[in-house]
């Protein structure tokens, strides 16, 4: 380990973790990635005439609080295992905390500080009654066998239950978790208070207080969005080609709707590879082949493509929906796509912004973008409240208004600060803008305690 390396190793409170310096320091950029964008936004409020105070502003910089958990896992061979995990409660202003919980070797707690963030700023976006959160461990949940994911999963949600509560905090899935995993969450929960909280968990399994539509809901949102997107740029959908980076719960849903949708997916990735076909890939085979062989790679009817290719596809709509920083310094001049969709958090670095709102990228932003997943979760957790069940079409209709309102209120945003100093096109800074004015205005309501 190099001198660097081993500082940052050293002062990061990610040291017990298994995590890599690689990943701490790529944990870094994406916490700073969201000061970025804050600091951004808020500079903007600032020049409109509507400033946030100062200890406001250092107030929502900060996260509320942050639990770090070091806990021992029984493994199969009757071995003991360490590993790390987080949970953080960025803002709790406009309601129960609410954000997903991600199993990956590279998570730190910087990486879930950042995402948290952006969960508080997406939950206001949308204007449902949350406050972000956002937990993990560092694990690849593929080394591990079922009964090894159950108990460490049982185990993490025990250590985070001090923080966990149906009307305090509400995890959910997110990157290498899955409704399995939230339904032992909501069995150990309940099986340490007493009786059955549905509530406290969303993405659960319906059969146990999860919701229609929820495992669909963030790709199908971010197609929602994109479609309102191709619609503004004039591009008819049927006619519309796209590129989706990541084939994971988001990736390989947004596929399958845009399918339903008319549009063309001509290329799809995930960590190993990825696969091309400028005539469309036949997506329910693709998703078939990926379920048989836990990867896209070697799908038949399409060519090989790496995923930095991918990126750099001249497509109508570019789908990242895998991790953060995908679109960097390096690779942002070669973008090609019209219109960016954000599937993932935070999948696109601040210097990248600039570059791609100059070549005239128009770009969703993730809060804005992938925000179907939270506001089917919101739907799902009023239903466990509840104990109340809606169809499908209702859980869709109801998102699809909540998304569209959002995009047309982030257009008229960026229009509004447009001649005080916002870049034409920079609907990141206007969704931002929009989402922590509703904070920081619910939190002058609600008053400095004491
Ligand atoms: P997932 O674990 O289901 O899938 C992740 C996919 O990304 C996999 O196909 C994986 O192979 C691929 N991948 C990982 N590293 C890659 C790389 N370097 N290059 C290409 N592909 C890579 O995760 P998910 O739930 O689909 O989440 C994907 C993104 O969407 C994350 O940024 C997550 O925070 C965000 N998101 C998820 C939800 C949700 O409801 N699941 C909601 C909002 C946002």
Request: aromatic fraction near 8%; charged fraction near 20%.
């Amino acid at each position: 380990m190099t001198g660097d390396r081993m500082e940052a190793r050293i002062h990061s409170p990610s040291y017990f973790s298994s995590a890599s310096p690689e990943a701490i320091q790529k944990g870094l950029q994406a916490w700073e990635a969201a000061l970025a964008q804050f600091d951004k936004a808020a500079h903007i409020l600032e020049a409109s005439g509507h400033p946030l105070k100062r200890g406001l502003i250092q107030f929502l910089r900060r996260p509320k609080r942050e639990l770090i958990v070091h806990f021992p896992v029984q493994m199969d061979d009757g071995s003991i295992r360490m590993f790390t995990g987080y949970r953080v409660h960025h803002n709790a202003v406009r309601g129960p905390t609410k954000g997903g919980i991600r199993y990956h070797p590279d998570v730190t707690l910087e990486e879930v500080r950042a995402l948290a963030m952006w969960m508080t700023w997406k939950c206001a976006l949308m204007n449902i009654p949350y406050g972000g959160a956002k937990g993990g461990v560092a694990v690849d949940p593929a080394q591990l066998s079922p009964r090894e994911l159950e108990r460490l999963t049982r185990r993490y949600a025990t250590e985070i239950s001090l923080l966990m509560h149906p009307g305090g905090d509400i995890p959910a899935p997110d990157v290498g978790t899955n409704p399995q995993i939230m339904a032992w969450i909501m069995d150990t929960y309940s099986m340490h208070t007493g009786f059955t909280q549905p509530a406290v968990v969303t993405g659960k399994p319906v059969e146990v207080g999860g919701t229609m539509g929820r495992v669909e809901a963030t790709g199908r949102g971010v197609m929602m969005v994109a479609a309102e997107a191709l619609k503004v740029n004039r591009i008819p959908i049927e006619q519309a080609t796209i590129a989706i980076q990541g084939f994971g719960n988001v990736g390989s849903h947004a596929a399958l709707t845009a399918c339903l949708m008319g549009a063309k997916v001509v290329a799809v990735s995930d960590f190993r590879g990825g696969v091309y076909n400028p005539k469309g890939l036949d997506i329910p085979r693709l998703m078939e082949h990926d379920r048989r062989n836990r990867t896209v790679v070697g799908f038949p009817e399409g060519e090989p493509i790496s995923n930095a290719e991918l990126l750099t596809l001249k497509v109508d709509v570019l789908i990242p929906a895998a991790l953060e920083n995908q679109i960097t310094l390096e690779n942002a001049p070669y973008i090609q796509a019209r219109i960016l969709a954000e599937g993932a958090n935070g999948p696109t670095a601040p210097e990248a912004d600039e570059i791609l709102i100059e070549k005239g990228v128009f770009i969703i932003p993730d809060i804005l973008c992938n925000a179907g997943g939270v506001i089917t979760s919101y739907f799902e957790w009023v239903q466990d409240l509840q104990s109340f069940f809606w169809a499908e079409e209702e859980i869709n209709s109801r998102m699809e208004r909540i998304l569209k309102r959002a995009f047309y209120e982030v257009l008229a945003k960026e229009e509004g600060l447009r001649p005080y100093g916002l870049r034409r096109g920079d609907y990141r800074t206007a969704a931002q803008a929009l989402a922590i004015g509703r904070v920081a205005q619910a939190t002058l309501i609600r008053g400095i305690y004491p």
